[in-house]
């Protein structure tokens, strides 16, 4: 929200520089982003007329004009504006003057002819981006009085950051509201004299959706001048809230939105067929935006239709049909509430942010809609005239938000701001902030005010209470409790940890947000039935993630196209599982990997990462539990992974985890080049640690024997090692794999795995006889279990 000090100053004025209105403001909870001059620095600009003009003798698109500028003597200036006519008051900047980005006016000749000063347009004056020509003043402008001091740009503009709550600061009526509270200083709230009706005519209006639209005001006005031009004062207090002046019409809605905080809207009336409906738009229905777009709407969206069409996105923007344009001459005008929750989303979803959808999905003033259509209706016929109809103001009652009473105890007061207050000060905070406030046995009654959508519990009121009394005047309060040392499980595993063992191993831990695409999210978990926010940030954030995954690969893209080809990333966070319609909460460790193995170097090929380098990391990681035998790598199935390149990590019979490549297809959907591989971990089960026992180095020496070993290929290694480990016992200190080989040289369907086995005794050196016993019985077990046999 922005708004000009002088613009407030008008409601209300308390004896304050500009800086301390800011720090007020931000002390109550409206946040101030910046202050801004509104206008920039420039001197010796004085309100001219201009008396003659005449052809310039050398230039045919320059002419000689005669200003009056407050001198002794009229002023000879050459001007290029197409539009300088005879007897315009306009801004003269004066020989000597200095505009901004530090233009000095010097006398000169332009094509020969002298000229002394410019006349100014408002991009030269800094007061808009661009213009076509000179800066029109009013007639009335008192000439030779300094710009500065008539258009009063020695002012401030303020912009507020409001958080999503306080809608009713979303005016300048809201603001002037706080800061009377705040300083108890008298609101002077212009008087708004309803206009008296001069013509019959009422427009029809239906509510077809009563729950989203309960209340819709408008007005039939006919006969505006097309030629009328939006005041100059209009203009800059538009300007100075960040708006251009677009038609007289939409000034006049827009002034009286960032006025009172009530959206309006214009529709051209020779464009409706048979009066207003408020209904839901049917799915597939199309309409054109004022912006240019064209929408296909869908059965959840509120539009503003008539008997053929929709006209308007109703609180969001209105339809480039019914809008008002330079040949406007009968205009209906409206002013509706909205609910909030039939607006919250929906231009987000539509790719749209406007002044209208940001304060009716906040919450309007469900009582204000009639009194801003009479304000409107004053200006434009002050602008415009026209012959004015009825108000009709068309209202469901019982859909209508209604204020039910608060209880306020004092306790609890006490208890969340940490200090009590006395009676008579609760209740001055109180009606300084609007409420209706009735004492009841244990503190009060409040009813706020219609425009106060964000106070619907009592710790509302007490937080509306501290920020007025003021949080700094709350004394500090130490707390004070004995320290209470908690020693680690010795058979804890940290997260901490789990985390600098991957960091060790060259990951990047990321922090990706919980929402997440539901398209993504689809993707990756198609059967996972994921809980979509009622209000999303956005279209791509409108889910809440049942795994890590979206928020990892959406963070490998990101920097996949900024040439980062080599990734290791890791995150720790929680996952949502929609269980029955309840959100189940489960914090995981999930991690992705993509590129190759090691950073290009010369001692070493480069060689992509595959599913093993991922394993060892998984494996390395579960070596710091103290107890890695108790989890397995079991074949398995996930559709976001390669069927081939799956694993499932159990625990004792119970999957704690998943690991694999990224299907290609989907791979090929997200545009990502190369294989990527991903894990995710419960971590409940990961940190779920075993005290490692000691076991003494034994000093005799290591014995080696190498098997080759030829077994069917559908024979997983981890039965091997299972059978090998099961025979050898405790003598077996290490089992490496160190080759594997398939060809014609062995039986067809067969593999032939190359194994070392080390051996090593605790209480003495083995012997040869010792060790082939050991063997034989590994190669009967390996025999009789799996069916392998050593290669001849």
């Given at each position: 929200m922005r708004f000009s000090v002088a613009w407030l100053r008008e409601w209300v004025d308390p004896p304050i520089d500009v800086q301390t209105l800011a720090d007020q403001l931000s002390m109550a909870g409206l946040e101030v982003d910046a202050i801004e001059p509104a206008a920039p620095?420039?001197?010796?600009?004085?309100?001219?007329?201009?008396?003659?003009?005449?052809?310039?003798?050398?230039?045919?698109?320059?002419?000689?004009?005669?200003?009056?500028?407050?001198?002794?003597?009229?002023?000879?200036?050459?001007?290029?504006?197409?539009?300088?006519?005879?007897?315009?008051?306009v801004p003269v900047a004066l020989v000597g003057a200095e505009l901004p980005g530090g233009f000095k006016i010097k006398r000169a000749k332009l094509r020969g002819v002298e000229s002394l000063g410019m006349i100014?347009?408002?991009?030269?004056?800094?007061?808009?981006?661009?213009?076509?020509?000179?800066?029109p003043l009013p007639v009335q402008a008192p000439v030779g009085e300094d710009l500065r001091s008539y258009l009063a740009l020695d002012d401030s503009c303020i912009e507020v950051d409001l958080t999503p709550d306080r809608g009713d600061c979303l005016g300048l009526a809201g603001i002037a509201r706080e800061v009377a509270a705040i300083n108890r200083t008298a609101l002077r709230t212009p008087t708004i004299t309803p206009v008296a009706a001069t013509s019959d005519e009422r427009p029809v209006v239906r509510l077809e959706a009563p729950e989203a639209c309960p209340r819709y005001a408008a007005r039939v006005v006919r006969g505006i001048d097309p030629t009328a031009e939006t005041p100059l004062w209009m203009r800059e207090r538009l300007r100075r809230s960040g708006l251009r002046a677009i038609h007289p019409v939409v000034d006049v809605t827009n002034y009286v939105m960032l006025e009172l905080?009530?959206?309006?809207?214009?529709?051209?009336?020779?464009?409706?067929?048979?009066?207003?409906?408020?209904?839901?738009?049917?799915?597939?229905e199309r309409l054109a935006l004022l912006n240019g777009e064209a929408l296909t709407l869908r059965g959840d969206s509120l539009v503003i239709a008539d008997a053929e069409r929709p006209l308007a996105l109703a609180g969001i923007m209105g339809g480039e049909g019914s809008?008002?344009?330079?040949?406007?001459?009968?205009?209906?005008?409206?002013?509706?509430?909205?609910?909030?929750?039939?607006?919250?989303?929906?231009?987000r979803s539509y790719g749209l942010h406007t002044d209208s959808s940001h304060r009716f999905e906040r919450g309007v003033d469900p009582g204000l809609q009639v009194r801003a259509l009479e304000r409107a209706t004053e200006l434009l016929l002050a602008i415009a005239g026209g012959a004015f109809g009825p108000v009709v103001d068309c209202a469901v009652a019982d859909q209508l938000p209604q204020r039910a009473p608060l209880t306020l105890r004092r306790q609890r007061i006490a208890q969340v701001l940490g200090l009590e207050l006395d009676d008579a000060v609760v209740e001055d905070l109180l009606?300084?902030?609007?409420?209706?406030?009735?004492?009841?046995?244990?503190?009060?009654?409040?009813?706020?005010?219609?425009?106060?959508?964000?106070?619907?519990?009592?710790?509302?009121?007490?937080?509306?209470?501290?920020?007025?009394?003021?949080?700094?005047?709350?004394?500090?309060?130490?707390?004070?409790?004995?320290?209470?040392?908690?020693?680690?499980?010795?058979?804890?595993?940290?997260?901490?940890?789990?985390?600098?063992?991957?960091?060790e191993r060259g990951y990047f831990e990321v922090i990706t947000y919980s929402f997440v695409s539901p398209d993504l999210q689809a993707l990756l978990d198609p059967a996972a039935t994921p809980l979509v926010l009622a209000n999303p940030l956005s279209a791509e954030m409108a889910a809440m993630r049942t795994s890590l995954w979206p928020g990892l690969l959406q963070a490998a893209r990101q920097n996949?196209?900024?040439?980062?080809?080599?990734?290791?990333?890791?995150?720790?966070?929680?996952?949502?599982?929609?269980?029955?319609?309840?959100?189940?909460?489960?914090?995981?460790?999930?991690?992705?990997?993509?590129?190759?193995?090691?950073?290009?170097?010369?001692?070493?090929?480069?060689?992509?990462?595959?599913?093993?380098?991922?394993?060892?990391?998984l494996e390395a990681l579960l070596r710091l539990t103290g107890c890695p035998q108790t989890f397995r790598f079991v074949s398995g199935e996930l559709a976001a992974l390669h069927p081939g390149q799956t694993a499932r990590i159990e625990r004792e019979g119970r999957s704690v985890g998943v690991a694999g490549m990224l299907h290609p297809a989907i791979a090929a959907q997200?545009?990502?080049?190369?294989?990527?591989?991903?894990?995710?971990?419960?971590?409940?089960?990961?940190?779920?640690?075993?005290?490692?026992?000691?076991?003494?180095?034994?000093?005799?020496?290591?014995?080696?024997?190498?098997?080759?070993?030829?077994?069917?290929?559908?024979?997983?290694?981890?039965?091997?090692?299972?059978?090998?480990?099961?025979?050898?016992?405790?003598?077996?200190?290490?089992?490496?794999?160190?080759?594997?080989?398939?060809?014609?040289?062995?039986?067809?369907?067969?593999?032939?795995?190359?194994?070392?086995?080390?051996?090593?005794?605790?209480?003495?050196?083995?012997?040869?006889?010792?060790?082939?016993?050991?063997?034989?019985?590994v190669l009967a077990r390996l025999a009789g279990d799996l069916g392998a046999r050593l290669r001849s």
């Open positions: 620095a420039f001197s010796g600009v004085v309100v001219g007329e201009v008396l003659a003009l005449e052809p310039h003798p050398n230039a045919d698109k320059l002419r000689v004009c005669t200003v009056a500028a407050g001198r002794d003597e009229a002023l000879q200036i050459v001007c290029g504006a197409a539009n300088v006519a005879q007897g315009m008051r100014c347009s408002a991009a030269e004056l800094g007061l808009a981006e661009s213009s076509n020509g000179i800066l905080g009530q959206p309006m809207h214009g529709f051209d009336l020779a464009q409706i067929e048979e009066g207003i409906r408020v209904r839901l738009a049917r799915d597939g809008g008002v344009t330079a040949a406007t001459r009968d205009v209906l005008l409206e002013s509706a509430f909205f609910a909030p929750t039939a607006i919250a989303g929906r231009a009606v300084r902030l609007g409420m209706e406030v009735a004492p009841v046995a244990e503190g009060w009654s409040v009813v706020p005010p219609s425009s106060r959508f964000d106070l619907v519990l009592e710790v509302d009121l007490i937080a509306d209470l501290g920020r007025l009394y003021g949080y700094d005047r709350i004394p500090v309060q130490r707390a004070c409790s004995a320290t209470v040392a908690h020693l680690p499980e010795e058979t804890g595993f940290d997260l901490e940890r789990a985390k600098l063992a991957l960091v996949l196209a900024r040439q980062q080809p080599r990734m290791r990333l890791f995150e720790s966070g929680l996952r949502f599982r929609n269980v029955a319609g309840e959100l189940h909460q489960e914090p995981v460790l999930a991690g992705l990997l993509v590129g190759d193995v090691a950073p290009e170097q010369w001692g070493e090929p480069a060689r992509a990462i595959d599913f093993y380098d991922m394993k060892g990391d997200l545009d990502i080049a190369g294989d990527v591989f991903l894990f995710e971990l419960e971590l409940g089960p990961l940190l779920d640690g075993a005290l490692p026992a000691f076991q003494p180095l034994s000093k005799f020496p290591v014995i080696r024997r190498d098997l080759a070993l030829e077994l069917d290929e559908a024979i997983p290694y981890e039965r091997v090692h299972h059978c090998i480990a099961d025979a050898a016992g405790a003598l077996l200190r290490e089992l490496v794999l160190f080759d594997v080989y398939r060809g014609d040289k062995i039986t067809p369907g067969c593999k032939s795995l190359a194994l070392g086995l080390i051996l090593q005794a605790s209480s003495q050196t083995l012997t040869d006889q010792e060790v082939d016993e050991v063997l034989d019985g």
